[in-house]
């Protein structure tokens, strides 16, 4: 057991947290609009928008009746965020931060294969999840 290589990783590990911490800091700080999160939950699972169709004053909800097909997964993203985290921290980009990782962790998987390796969704999810939020910060 080497207690020095132990001491160092717990060193990084600090930083690393440190630095999370102010970023989720910032993300509670930072306002954001429905529509602005709307469509960033559309982005993040490449949900296509006619921007044409949807150039009037709609709200998330009549977008996604006006889908041209019915998306579960953005649907449970905006039903938890409208719910449950903007409820509860605000509308700002750490709400939309925990609107999707618990899509990534709690939604159910659509289709047949993806319900038999629900491991590999979620690593799946995680992986968007992770990807747009780095772009974020």
Known sequence: MDIEHGANII?????VFNNE???WKAWQGTQVRDMEAFYFFAD????????????HS???ADLLHKLPRRNENLNYI?????????NRLGAN???????MTDWSTHATAQRRDAIVNIAATQN???????????KAA
């Open 58 to 60: 709609y709200s998330p």
């Open 11 to 15: 060193v990084k590990s600090l930083d």
């Open 78 to 86: 905006w039903r938890v965020y409208d719910a449950v985290y903007r």
């Open 21 to 23: 911490r102010e970023l």
């Open 124 to 134: 799946t999810r995680q992986a968007v999840v992770q990807n747009y939020f780095s």
């Open 93 to 99: 980009w750490w709400a939309v931060y925990n609107a």
């Open 44 to 55: 993040a699972l490449d949900v296509k928008l006619d921007s044409k169709s949807f150039s």
